[in-house]
């Protein structure tokens, strides 16, 4: 029986959590908010409250019985939470455990000067979330060494889907056409990241994975592209000089790279919606955007 547990549901987790209650046995999903853990029972996704401070007795039973576990929840400065409470625990937490995938990002790479990147470039993260998560990483590297159990690193860039896209932003009038000559970002639809997801569990590999679209692509086309299905003007372009980002908005911008997907696609994997195009188009089409 595969007993699924899915640490940290949120945006991505739930999409997971939906296409795993298909596949196997049983999905629980974590989750701070008792209204969400709510709408997870409605959904058939066993609810469990979980903050990072420790394990409720709920949470600690399933951690026993749970064949693999999938953790969505960022570290901080003080690392990883779900790291440090199973270190807290102690023993033999998970006896049943045969697979891991921790949800990272491209992030981790740091700037490359827009060249491509893939699985074996050097790691050289700028920003503190992005040297956290790579310790993340390493440290759940090691957890399944030591128990000889294969860990899954997923390193994902900016995710988008129903409700989180371009045509939102348009509708509430957050969208911005900001320009930095030569700059692009990969990104990912969640569709795709649960499908991912559920595609490497049956084969459980060892080892880090890049889930990214096939076409890095510069944001301010992202949001015309999003304009002109929607028949309206685009918003105008804005220099980046003149943008007056946030310090983690600029931090986003002071990275180029493309990253490649080659490795998970000669897994076998295969895209549900390879570029933006194909997703904004799709979700426009079935009226699914607004979440």
């Known amino acids: 029986m595969t007993r699924a547990l899915i640490l940290g549901a949120g945006y991505s987790g739930q999409a997971i959590a939906r296409e795993l209650i298909e596949e196997v046995e049983f999905v629980a999903g974590t989750t701070r908010s008792t209204e969400k853990a709510a709408a997870f029972a409605a959904i058939g996704i066993e609810p469990l ?18 064949t693999c576990v999938v953790v969505s929840i960022a570290p901080d400065k003080g690392g990883d939470p779900v790291m440090a409470d199973l270190r807290r625990l102690g023993g033999e937490t998970m006896p049943e455990l045969r697979w891991i995938c921790y949800l990272s990002t491209v992030g981790v790479y740091g700037d490359h000067g827009c060249a491509w990147v893939d699985e074996e470039s050097p790691c050289r993260p700028t920003s503190a979330r992005s040297r956290w998560r790579l ?15 294969p860990v899954t690193i997923l390193r994902l860039p900016g995710i ?27 990104r990912i639809h969640v569709a795709d990241i649960a499908g991912a997801v559920c595609y490497l569990m049956r084969a459980k590999p060892d080892g880090i994975f890049n889930l990214s679209d096939d076409e890095p692509s510069p944001p301010q086309d992202v949001v015309a592209f999003a304009a002109g299905l929607m028949g309206i003007e685009p918003p105008p372009e804005i220099p980046f000089e003149e943008a007056n980002l946030s310090p983690m908005g600029r931090s986003f911008y002071s990275e180029c790279k493309r990253v490649s997907n080659g490795k998970l696609k000669t897994s076998g ?10 997703a904004l188009a799709s979700m426009w089409r079935e009226n699914v955007w607004r979440g």
Not at 49 to 58: C, D, H, K, T, V
Not at 173 to 181: D, E, S
Not at 269 to 278: F, N
């Open 135 to 149: 310790e993340a990483e390493g440290a759940w590297t090691a957890f399944g060494r030591d128990r000889n159990i």
């Open 160 to 186: 988008y889907g129903p409700g989180r896209n371009a045509f939102v932003n348009l509708v509430e009038g957050t969208a911005r056409r900001i320009v930095k000559p030569g700059q692009v970002f990969n």
């Open 49 to 66: 409250l979980y903050a990072g401070e420790g394990f409720s007795p709920e949470l600690a039973d399933i951690l026993r019985e749970a």
């Open 269 to 278: 994997y295969r895209l549900r919606y390879s570029s933006y195009r194909e």
